[in-house]
């Protein structure tokens, strides 16, 4: 991947400045063996259940990004090693988890970016339960399926529309 998150807020200053480009706060670590993913947003809000999730990452990925909000519980992982593997496998870009994964090791082997806010080894269940393309607030920044994300060593930003730096 081609852009730098700075620089894309940079070059688009105006659309921060309208809401059209949000950063997400500076909560997420990188876990994944890919820093630098972007694509669109696919979204699941469920709550320490992550049977969802590995449904959607079962289906081809098509360089999108799976933003997970998790309710931001530290009390179990949403996406461990085989959720990682079977996210590069149907090429997904990116994984951006509002709660934990467990797994570093191998999510680290991974080609594909994976954000969290903490590891615990501790796993979810699993019945299926949440929301598929819900719109999400995640520490109130608003994200809807279909935008725009970009992730790298710096942070994580939004946007309505495609972002050229």
Not at 1 to 14: G, H, K, R, V, W
Not at 151 to 164: C, K, N, T, Y
């Given at each position: ?14 659309l921060i400045a309208r809401g059209i480009v949000r950063a ?108 598929q393309d819900a719109v999400v607030q995640i520490d109130g920044v608003r994200v809807a ?21």
């Open positions: 991947m081609d852009f730098q998150t700075c620089d894309l807020c940079d070059a688009n200053e105006d997400l706060p500076p909560v997420f670590r990188d876990y994944g063996g890919v820093l630098r993913f972007a694509g669109q947003v696919v979204t699941l809000r469920l709550f320490e259940d992550n049977g969802l999730v590995r449904t959607l990452l079962e289906t081809p990925g098509h360089g999108r990004v799976l933003l997970i909000d998790g309710g931001a519980s530290l009390r179990c992982a949403l996406v461990g090693g085989n959720l990682g593997k079977l996210a590069e496998q149907n090429g997904w870009s990116g994984i951006v988890v509002h709660g934990c994964v467990r797994d570093s090791a191998e999510l680290a082997a991974c080609e594909v970016g994976v954000k969290a806010l903490s590891t615990i080894p501790v796993r979810s269940i699993k019945r299926g339960g949440g929301l399926p279909g935008e725009w994300l970009y992730a790298d060593e710096d942070g994580v930003i939004v946007s309505s529309q495609p972002l050229h730096g």
